[in-house]
């Protein structure tokens, strides 16, 4: 296993056939005010310019790097990128979202403030259209001891908002690949709520974006996916 570097982010982007939005999601991501990133595009088997949009950041800022790989779904591509992890901090982001400039900074300073039994670090978040237009916010309040609310459902809200210890992301096997459904991340972030407290960050940092065609918006199967 690669060595993990304390200061060091590794950031997650899976995508497929992501061309429509990965160009600005991948900006949000470069210009976080805390530089000390690894940046992971995995094309998850994309046929659109998924791949060269990639390429072309990865050609101006060497933190950037393209994975290509086989259609697997998002857990899948997430854990491809865990696996090459060097970040003792592992956050995602989904190739439609928005960060704010001061994300994982943010992250970093309150996961800082409460060393030693944090795993998962999240914030609010702004519901975003097609263009980026705020439809709604939401702000979650949960923090510390969260199993129990857990059981209640999935707090987070959305992937593209924790940041993670990768060494106890890893313990727990990243993403379950059997869950296709939308519910992959609950599943995960329950296993790390077992492992220890959650802290919050009271701010909107991220931009989820709603659409038709995503699968957030698919409620017959997230429901099968949540049962399961």
């Keep these: 296993m690669v060595e993990l570097w304390p200061e060091r982010v590794t950031v997650a982007i899976p995508a497929y056939n992501a061309a429509a939005t990965l160009d600005e999601t991948l ?88 060393s030693g039994c944090v795993v998962l670090n999240y914030t609010w978040f702004a519901h975003i259209d097609v263009k980026g237009r705020i439809l709604s916010t939401a702000e979650p309040n949960e923090e510390g001891d969260v199993v129990s609310r857990m059981c209640r459902g999935n707090l987070i809200g959305n992937g593209s908002s924790p940041s993670m210890l990768t060494r106890i992301l890893r313990d727990v096997g990243g993403w379950d690949v059997s869950l296709r459904g939308g519910n992959e991340d609950y599943k995960t972030f329950f296993s790390l709520a077992e492992r220890g407290n959650f802290s919050l960050v009271r701010l909107h940092m991220v931009g989820y974006r709603q659409t038709r065609d995503n699968r957030s918006s698919k409620a017959q199967r997230m429901l099968a996916s949540y049962d399961q």
Excluded at 53 to 78: E, F, P
Aim: net charge negative; glycine share 6%.
């Design 27 to 114: 900006m949000s991501v470069r210009r976080q005010s805390y530089p000390e990133l690894e940046i992971f595009v995995v094309d998850d088997g994309s046929t659109d310019g998924t791949a060269v949009i990639a390429r072309r950041h990865a050609a101006v800022d060497a933190r950037v790097t393209l994975i290509k790989k086989a259609n697997g779904g998002v857990s899948a591509a997430r854990n491809e990128a865990l696996d090459r992890a060097t970040g003792a901090l592992f956050a995602t982001i989904d190739a439609d979202d928005l960060w704010h400039p001061d994300k994982i900074a943010y992250q970093m300073e309150s996961m800082r403030d409460r």
